[in-house]
């Protein structure tokens, strides 16, 4: 099994540009997660999701969109990429505990 | 007040110390706690989950302290590979808070 898998490992935008990050669990979990990850502040939540066809805000939301497009993806969305939106993003999925994606390293110009 | 507050630290030990990690969290109705390790530049990996009465995972003790709000974490005998950033991890409603970590640096 490849656990949690995230695409891109790296990327490099001007602002206003936008971007989706993707995100596929294979252990069949209900939840799924995207946080941030920001020097000194520790994990944030951006969004969740419970299971397929739900969508809820997490501490961080604004700026971002996500779309679960079935049980296994769940997708997140930069409209218009800001410089404060630079930072390290995790996908994770819950089921017996939470298994995090390898991350997206993000720069915003 | 931050919902999980940790000692940023670093914890700068050698070899073969025991080391104490403190973690306090502000909501009295947080359902289940955890520590993960993250290793620099990768992402963060379930340690182990916390209960009342208190756990051990060979080298690692974990305990709570539900009245004072408070996780901690034991690590005995320290090896080189040890050295990461901890989180501590709060888990209520349905969704997990994580303090910012503390750093250990094991030493030879």
């Known amino acids: 099994n490849a656990g949690v898998t995230q695409t891109p490992k790296f990327q490099v935008l001007k602002t206003g540009q936008s971007m989706t990050l993707q995100c596929a669990q294979d252990?069949?979990?209900?939840?799924m997660y995207w946080y941030r990850q920001d020097p000194g502040m520790g994990l944030r939540l951006i969004y969740y999701?419970?299971?397929?066809?739900?969508?809820d805000k997490g501490e961080v939301p604004n700026g971002y969109n996500v779309s679960r497009l079935n049980k296994r993806e769940f997708s997140l969305r930069l409209e218009s990429a800001a410089p404060s939106q630079t930072s390290v993003y995790f996908c994770?999925?819950?089921?017996?505990?939470?298994?995090f994606g390898p991350g997206t390293r993000l720069t915003v110009l | 007040r931050k919902e999980v507050e940790q000692d940023p630290g670093p914890f700068n030990v050698p070899e073969g110390a025991t080391v104490a990690f403190n973690c306090t969290y502000s909501?009295?109705?947080?359902?289940?706690f955890f520590w993960y390790r993250q290793d620099c530049r990768k992402e963060p990996k379930l340690l182990m989950s916390v209960y009342s009465s208190g756990n051990e995972d060979g080298r690692f003790t974990a305990q709570l302290n539900r009245a004072s709000q408070y996780i901690s974490l034991l690590i005995r005998d320290s090896k080189l590979s040890d050295s990461a950033t901890y989180l501590c991890?709060?888990?209520?409603?349905?969704?997990?808070?994580f303090g910012a970590g503390t750093i250990l640096r094991v030493k030879s």
């Open positions: 994770a999925s819950s089921g017996l505990g939470q298994f």
């Open positions: 991890v709060v888990w209520y409603g349905n969704k997990l808070v």
């Open positions: 252990m069949n979990h209900n939840s």
């Open positions: 909501n009295s109705a947080s359902q289940s």
């Open positions: 999701s419970a299971s397929e066809g739900t969508t």
